[in-house]
């Protein structure tokens, strides 16, 4: 879920990436702390409260982490299949890709299967497809219809694994066919969200609203996935457009669009009504140069959309702790200081936890594997000796 460079979608004009969008890196950090504060502070759903309105409505900032990846991953890779594609270019993709996510996925899954083995409080592995589980889980296939994710975030990443082996097809008819075809990728991913919304309505599974679809044992997040990272590759399109770039990336229009976004969660108006909001947030922060870039380009928000993939993959484990703490220090303080000493102590060991998980296996684990893999696809390449 990398952020990605300023530069034209078409790569015929504009060859590859130049530079970070610190905005956007902001945008993506923001949105991981939300889908955190949503985890850890479950919110109480009889409340009238408009923060726990808008707490609830958590779950929707996977879909911008979805529109997002599928924009900044147009940005940086689009370039490889301008020509269509080759199996040297999807190679080298989806090891870029494999090397950004996985050392750390494999270090949280892995340290999941773990713990539960030792029977510690984390979800089970059944003992019927365990093993089948674990694999799944492990081959980041989970989500595919196949299995829940033991790490509970760790769902968008299987699917998001999906969108990347797509990537090529996608890419292609949303950026360089003819305009038709790319309204249809649009109109593909809006239907993929809208059944997305149709099954979660009659699948008769607890969840927090309409888009709001986890389990992976259903296709209900693959085509959630699908339909935002495809939107995302249409907004790259759409973002040649100077004219509209320049009404998107105003400051007084992003300006308004967090102000309807945070007004429709607080009003938990239906997911579809907001939905539309991120993409809105995506294409004007790639364009916008004002106060309102730098708010989310800022020093504090650019930092937290770097350990942005850290603080996603490592909060589920810190919502029991965070309930037991808060358990602890009720006897000894009032109910609003024993829930901010909790908070306090929990998001601070959590950004502590997402910057050495950052530096020790995000970092060394991306270089590591790009060697590796390099070394890899090189000795496949070269022709065998007589």
Known sequence: MSTGARADCDPSTVARP????PALTGLRGIAALLVAVYHINPPDRASASPV??????????????????????ALNYSHLFAAGWSRRAWGDFLLRRLARVYPLYLAVTGAGIALTLAHLRLPALPSEGGREMAAANLLMIQSWGLAPSINGAAWSLSTEW????????LVSLALFMRPALAWSALLAALLATVATVALTMHDGA??????????GRTAEPLLRCLGGFTLGLVLCRAARSERLLALASHDATIAAGVLLLILGLVAEVHDLLVYPLFALLVIGLYGNRGIVSRIFGCRPVYRLGVLSYSVYLLHPYLVAPRAELQASLAPRLSAIGAGIGANLAVY??????????????EEPGRRWTQRLGR??????ARPASA
């Open 375 to 380: 070394g890899v696809l090189g000795g496949l």
């Open 348 to 361: 601070g060991a959590l950004l502590l936890a997402a910057a050495l998980a950052y530096r020790s296996i």
């Open 18 to 21: 130049r530079a970070e969008i």
């Open 206 to 215: 607890y969840h927090s609203g309409p888009l709001d679809a986890y389990d």
């Open 52 to 73: 726990v309105h808008f707490v609830g409505k958590g779950y929707l900032w996977v879909d911008l982490f979805f529109v997002l990846s599928g924009f900044v991953i």
């Open 162 to 169: 999906a969108a990347y082996l797509l990537f090529p097809a």
